[in-house]
């Protein structure tokens, strides 16, 4: 049985001065009405020196803007240019403390640097930070899986399986998981988990006979975390 996987240790709640980090859960409720923003999309061909002068740009209109600060910081990062993209992380997180992207890049930019202590503590803060829904800390997974920083997108799926064992959502998001890292045997057997615990998920019975697996979709509503 697909249960609990492989992951790194998720260490105490954070202690010292990485507790007053906790602080920034004091701005959600002013991030309640905010209106998300459009994605920022750049023309073909742009280089990474124009897409940061374009930025900069959009900065100078709007300084508080959480996205730019953030796709800055990356490119920052792929150049290892490590002060400015933690200035940067730093600043899309300090006008959008929820925003996930620049929580990973935060993480993965402490690991880069070496320092897993530091990458550890804002794992910490920004799983705390999910809550206790599992819908919220696949969301944050799936930005480490994006980011490529496996190890802690394990670790967020941990959390998750731990809150809902039985939830579907969780084990068709590890299954995906595998799935894009070509772990096909690690991806059946959570797919399997997932179809055993609902068997309505068309995507799942799918992704099943893809891998070889004959299954027999219901056709019924699928059933989620949310309309349970």
């Known amino acids: ?21 906790i602080l920034v859960l004091s701005l959600l409720a002013f991030l309640t009405g905010c209106v998300n923003q459009q ?11 124009q897409k940061k002068v374009e930025l900069q740009e959009r900065l100078k209109r ?12 990356q490119l920052y990062h792929a150049e290892k240019s490590y002060d400015n993209a ?4 730093n600043r899309s997180l300090q006008f959008d403390p929820v925003y996930m992207p620049p929580q990973v890049g935060m993480v993965k930019l402490f690991l880069d640097r070496g320092d897993t202590v530091k990458a550890q503590n804002n794992f910490e803060v920004y799983l705390n ?13 799936r930005e480490f899986q994006d980011q490529r920083v496996d190890n802690f997108a394990i670790a967020c799926f941990n959390k998750a399986l731990e809150i809902a064992p039985k939830s579907a959502e ?5 299954g995906y ?13 959570h797919f399997e ?21 004959p299954v027999v979709y219901d056709g019924r509503t699928p059933v989620t975390d949310e309309n349970k």
């Open 62 to 73: 709007r300084y508080e803007d959480s996205q730019a600060h953030f796709l800055l910081a």
């Open 129 to 141: 930070l999910a809550g206790d829904k599992p819908t919220n800390i696949i969301r944050l997974a």
């Open 170 to 174: 969780v084990q068709k998001a590890l």
């Open 39 to 49: 994605p920022i999309s750049f023309a073909d061909n742009v280089t990474p020196s």
């Open 177 to 189: 998981f595998y799935l894009s890292r070509n772990d096909k045997d690690k991806a059946r057997e």
């Open 1 to 21: 049985m697909a249960g609990k996987v492989e992951s790194i240790l998720i260490a105490k709640k954070c202690s010292g001065s990485w507790t007053t980090y």
């Open 86 to 89: 933690e200035f940067h992380y």
């Open 193 to 213: 988990e997932s179809f055993n615990i609902d068997s309505t998920q068309e995507d799942v019975s799918r992704e099943l006979g893809a891998l070889g697996v």
